[in-house]
């Protein structure tokens, strides 16, 4: 069996790598945006947007939280890191 690979758009959310795909094309998965963490997300299908299943971390919506950014830099090797 051969997977084709396609381009999906978590627009700000930050997927981890470990997604879960549906035999329908859903996809599960956690994520995180840069003012909330790890919930658990679903696309109904590759090309649609993600959605927030679970808030088990609600309490972190009433905190004001640090500017994020990524940073890129080039030496021996590309390095990328969030900075919070």
Known sequence: MQARQRNSNFGDVQ???DLSV????????VGSTAMHPSELYVMDSANAKPRRLTNFNAFIDGVTLGRTESIEWQGRTVFSKMVR
């Open 22 to 29: 549906s035999k329908t094309g859903a996809v599960a998965f």
């Open 15 to 17: 997927a981890s790598p």
